[in-house]
């Protein structure tokens, strides 16, 4: 079954650092792959999508994501850590077997925390 | 621009109730999903329309129901609440296509005592 993994469910940095989010996903076929993120008692919000275009994606608020076939992930970075980035972070992959339904599997998150 | 709009945002429920949740978009949008949120799952898919008229079972579908009679709303039914049921509820709408991203509401919050 198709599955989404996000390693290390909370991410501590400092203002200024690099921020790295990691996902990884299963697929025997090339997804569309999304990075969203939820601020604290809002909805999910799209940070960047991938769709089979260039490899590297650039997203909003400086966030780019890189996709690896090779490797089949899709990790999350940004070079320097804002205090206003402290949320949650969702890596989801499109379902390939899902038919025309443009259903999401979603991973279980990384909450990432900004230390001023 | 209101987007995907959500009501109500909060709601207590006695184990037993039952309850309806709305979820309203304006942006024209063919498909439109439930998840619910629990701490340390992610999001997890209910059920999911691809058109009015149509409903489809998710990842958990059960006890819950939902309708679709016009395009623009999706209506999700707790027939008899559990305390398992408590979560956090999120509607999303999305044009057709893998490609196209889902847009999101606020959420409702439940809880069922």
């Known amino acids: 079954a198709q599955s989404v993994t996000q390693l290390g469910s909370h991410v501590s940095v400092s203002e200024g650092a690099l921020v790295l989010l990691r996902c990884n996903y299963s697929?025997?076929?090339?997804?569309?792959l999304f990075w969203y993120v939820q601020y604290p008692n809002q909805g999910l919000q799209l940070l960047l999508k991938?769709?089979?275009?260039?490899?590297l994606v650039k997203g909003i608020n400086g966030f780019e994501a890189e996709f690896k076939k090779s490797e089949t992930s899709f990790h999350l970075t940004k070079p320097s850590a804002h205090m206003s980035d402290a949320a949650e972070y969702f890596c989801?992959?499109?379902?390939?077997?899902?038919?025309?339904?443009?259903?999401?599997?979603f991973g279980t998150g990384t909450l990432l925390a900004v230390q001023p | 621009n209101a987007g995907v709009t959500q009501t109500p945002k909060f709601r207590v429920l006695k184990t037993g109730q039952s309850m309806t949740l709305l979820c309203a978009q304006d942006?024209?949008?063919?498909?439109m999903y439930w998840y619910r949120q629990d701490p340390g799952m992610g999001l997890r898919l209910i059920h999911y329309?691809?058109?009015?008229?149509?409903?489809a079972k998710g990842e958990v579908p059960d006890g819950y129901n939902v309708s679709r009679l016009k395009k623009q709303n999706f209506l999700l039914g707790l027939e008899s609440a559990a305390p398992s049921q408590t979560s956090v509820y999120f509607c999303?709408?999305?044009?057709?296509?893998?490609?196209?991203?889902?847009?999101f509401g606020d959420g409702t919050r439940l809880s069922i005592l």
């Open positions: 329309s691809v058109g009015e008229g149509t409903t």
């Open positions: 989801a992959v499109s379902d390939p077997w899902g038919g025309a339904t443009n259903k999401l599997i």
């Open positions: 942006m024209n949008h063919e498909y």
């Open positions: 999303a709408s999305s044009l057709m296509g893998g490609n196209q991203p889902q847009h």
């Open positions: 991938y769709t089979s275009a260039a490899t």
């Open positions: 697929s025997s076929v090339p997804p569309y």
